[in-house]
């Protein structure tokens, strides 16, 4: 089968691919749309130090994967939706033809893999995948499978609105509309936060982010975000979400936010960075770091976005098959240009 990978930092799509074979619990799917996530548009440009990073983590427990290796091709693509083709020996699935998301987990005799970035497990970016029986959650209402593959990234904005702990009649701030910031807000309107200002250098973004829910968008080279806050947050108690994930970020919102303000990083920095704990310390802040999603929170989102309550659409700016999925992890690169593309492979 065809599947784009990952090679020597570069995508390249190979015709050679051996066909999946589900074991007992697994089920064979053909992608039917495959979300392209920044997280791998980082790790095809820092997957090194990406790797290095994971390998200082403590604490973490171990689930026995075998460690990837960037010497061979590796392939991705987990944000994704995909039709039942075939399940394994002796497995309960739903019907083939049936459309299903999952989170990118697969169980095996071998332990729990992560379809994240594998060596030996096709992705999303592949004409066929496996995935978990137990895992699997039909896509109801009709939904469209390319909405339904954008279950895994808004769960991400989810998750961080739940960590916020926010409440009615807090307000929030989300610095940066790029995929993840434009699903915080999306979740912030859901849950009838007002108001939420979103900040963003790109005018393309800024409109994405009013388009998902935020009451005002802002470019802080015109207007400082912390500067708007002042003017439209009422006194309001000022939750922050840092979606943007730089280095020097984290310290300035320390050193601008007000006092007690509570911040949650979204944003998946790849560099080392510094911050002046005086800052946080003097005005009592509240920081909390943020990532991925539970199961609830999955079914959650999903059941959102088939209920209309949440629309995934507008962070989509492009569609491509496997062969131009090289070109475009380039085109991601400009945020005027695109926010979101969906591969389609078939």
Same mark, same amino acid.
């Given at each position: 089968m065809r599947a784009a990978v990952l090679r020597a930092g570069e995508m390249v799509v190979r015709n050679d691919v051996p066909d999946p074979v589900p074991e007992s619990g697994?089920?064979?799917?053909?992608?039917?749309?495959? $979300? +392209?996530?920044?997280?791998? &548009?980082?790790? #095809?440009?820092? $997957? /090194?130090?990406m790797l290095a990073l994971g390998d200082e983590m403590r604490g973490v427990p171990e689930m026995g994967e075998p460690k990837l290796d960037l010497g061979r091709d590796v392939f991705m693509g987990h944000e994704l939706a995909a039709e039942v083709v075939e399940a394994g020996p002796d497995t309960d699935s739903p019907d083939p033809g049936t459309v299903v998301t999952s989170i990118p987990v697969l169980m095996a005799a071998t332990g729990i893999r992560q379809l994240t970035y594998t060596n030996d497990l096709p992705a999303g970016y592949s004409? *066929?995948?496996?995935?978990?029986?137990? =895992?699997?959650?039909?896509?109801?209402?009709?939904?469209?499978?390319? #909405? /339904?593959? &954008?279950?895994?990234?808004?769960?991400?904005?989810?998750?961080?609105?739940? %960590?916020?702990? +926010?409440?009615?009649?807090?307000?929030?701030?989300? =610095?940066?509309?790029?995929p993840v910031g434009l699903a915080i807000i999306a979740a912030l309107a859901q849950r009838g936060i007002e108001p939420v200002l979103a900040a963003d250098l790109s005018t393309a973004r800024r409109e994405a982010a009013l388009a998902m829910g935020a *009451?005002? /968008?802002?470019?802080?080279?015109?207007?400082?975000?912390?500067?708007?806050?002042?003017?439209i947050g009422g006194g309001r108690q000022l939750i922050v979400f840092e979606a943007i994930g730089v280095p020097g970020i984290i310290d300035d919102v320390l050193r601008e936010a007000p006092p007690r303000t509570r911040v949650v990083v979204a944003g998946v920095c790849m560099e080392r960075d510094a911050v002046t704990p005086l800052f946080g310390i003097a005005k009592?802040?509240?920081? %909390?770091?943020?990532?991925?999603?539970?199961? /609830?929170e999955f079914g959650t989102t999903l %059941?959102?976005?088939?209920?209309?309550? !949440?629309?995934?659409?507008?962070?989509?700016?492009?569609?491509?098959?496997?062969?131009?999925?090289?070109?475009?992890?380039?085109?991601?690169?400009?945020?005027? %240009?695109?926010?979101? !593309?969906?591969v389609v492979p078939s």
């Open positions: 697994q089920v064979l799917v053909r992608v039917r749309a495959c $979300g +392209i996530c920044g997280s791998d &548009l980082h790790f #095809a440009r820092h $997957g /090194a130090t004409e *066929h995948m496996l995935l978990s029986a137990p =895992l699997l959650l039909t896509v109801p209402n009709g939904l469209d499978p390319q #909405a /339904a593959a &954008l279950t895994e990234p808004m769960a991400v904005g989810l998750h961080a609105v739940n %960590r916020s702990d +926010i409440q009615p009649g807090d307000g929030a701030l989300v =610095l940066g509309s790029g *009451h005002e /968008a802002v470019d802080p080279v015109v207007e400082a975000a912390f500067e708007a806050w002042s003017r009592e802040l509240d920081v %909390r770091f943020s990532f991925a999603y539970d199961l /609830a %059941r959102l976005l088939a209920e209309g309550e !949440i629309d995934p659409m507008p962070l989509v700016t492009g569609h491509v098959d496997l062969d131009g999925v090289p070109g475009a992890f380039d085109d991601l690169s400009d945020p005027e %240009r695109h926010c979101k !593309i969906v």
